[in-house]
C-alpha cells in the first residue's frame, strides 16, 4: 500500500479514470483501440472505446452498474448477456484489487499476496522488491457461456511504468494473456484520480 501512496490516502480514492490506447486481440488478429475509462472499485465502471483509425464518432460504450451491464452503440443502449456481464464486471474488479486498500489479503507461499473481495474472484499478486504489483493470477467467468456453469478463464496479468495523481501512483502499462495467448494491453496517456 505504501507503494501505490499509503493506506490512508488509497482509503480515500473514490473514483480513477484514465484515457489510453489499447490492443484487443481477437485470434491472430490484434485491433488498436483508443479508451477513456472510470472505475469506481467494485461498485461500477463505464469504458468509452474506439477504433484508432475511425475516431469518437463511432464510440462503443460498456457500463457495469453494480449487477447490471449495458453496452450502447450507434445510440442505443442494450442490456449485456447475464454472463457477459459477470465477466465484465470480474474484469473492472481488477482494478479495485490494484488499490488494495478494498480488499483483504492474506500471504500465500511463494511471496505471493491473496486479495479477496465479496462477489468477485480472488486475485494472487506478486510484486516488486519496492512493492509495486508486478504481475497477478486471476480467473474470470468464460463470457460465452449462457448457462455460466461454472467455467473460468485462466488468465495472466503483467504490470509495467507508473502514471501519477494527487499521489496515488498506477501501473501505466497492463497486458493479459489468456491461455498463454494475448488477449487484452492497455497503455495510459493520462490518469487522474477522485478523492473522497
Given at each position: 500500500m505504501t507503494a501505490i501512496g499509503g493506506r490512508d490516502l488509497?482509503?480515500?480514492?473514490?473514483?480513477?479514470?484514465w484515457t489510453g490506447t489499447a490492443k484487443v486481440y481477437a485470434g491472430d488478429k490484434a485491433i488498436d483501440i483508443g479508451v477513456e475509462t472510470y472505475v469506481e472499485p467494485f461498485v461500477r465502471a463505464r469504458s468509452?472505446?474506439?477504433l484508432i483509425g475511425e475516431g469518437r464518432s463511432e464510440m462503443r460504450t460498456l457500463m457495469i452498474?453494480?449487477?447490471?451491464?449495458?453496452?450502447?452503440?450507434?445510440?442505443?443502449?442494450s442490456a449485456l448477456p447475464p454472463a457477459v456481464t459477470i465477466n465484465e464486471r470480474q474484469q473492472?474488479?481488477?482494478?479495485?484489487?490494484?488499490?488494495?486498500?478494498?480488499?483483504?489479503w492474506e500471504a500465500i507461499p511463494?511471496?505471493?499476496?491473496?486479495?479477496?473481495?465479496?462477489?468477485?474472484?480472488?486475485?494472487?499478486?506478486?510484486?516488486?522488491?519496492?512493492?509495486?504489483?508486478?504481475?497477478?493470477?486471476?480467473?474470470?467467468?468464460?463470457?460465452?457461456?449462457?448457462?455460466?456453469?461454472?467455467?473460468?478463464?485462466?488468465?495472466y496479468?503483467?504490470?509495467?511504468?507508473?502514471?501519477?495523481?494527487?499521489?496515488v501512483r498506477w501501473?501505466?502499462?497492463l497486458a493479459i494473456t489468456q491461455n498463454?495467448?494475448?488477449?487484452?494491453?492497455?497503455?495510459?496517456?493520462?490518469?487522474?484520480?477522485?478523492?473522497r
Open positions: 488509497i482509503q480515500r480514492v473514490r473514483s480513477i479514470r468509452d472505446s474506439w452498474e453494480g449487477e447490471r451491464g449495458f453496452k450502447v452503440m450507434n445510440g442505443l443502449q473492472f474488479g481488477i482494478y479495485g484489487y490494484l488499490l488494495m486498500a478494498p480488499a483483504r511463494r511471496g505471493v499476496l491473496r486479495g479477496s473481495h465479496t462477489g468477485f474472484p480472488s486475485i494472487d499478486i506478486r510484486l516488486a522488491k519496492d512493492g509495486r504489483i508486478i504481475s497477478a493470477d486471476y480467473a474470470v467467468l468464460a463470457p460465452d457461456e449462457p448457462d455460466a456453469d461454472g467455467k473460468q478463464i485462466r488468465q496479468l503483467r504490470f509495467a511504468g507508473t502514471v501519477t495523481d494527487k499521489g501501473p501505466q502499462r498463454n495467448r494475448p488477449f487484452f494491453a492497455l497503455s495510459i496517456d493520462h490518469f487522474s484520480v477522485d478523492l
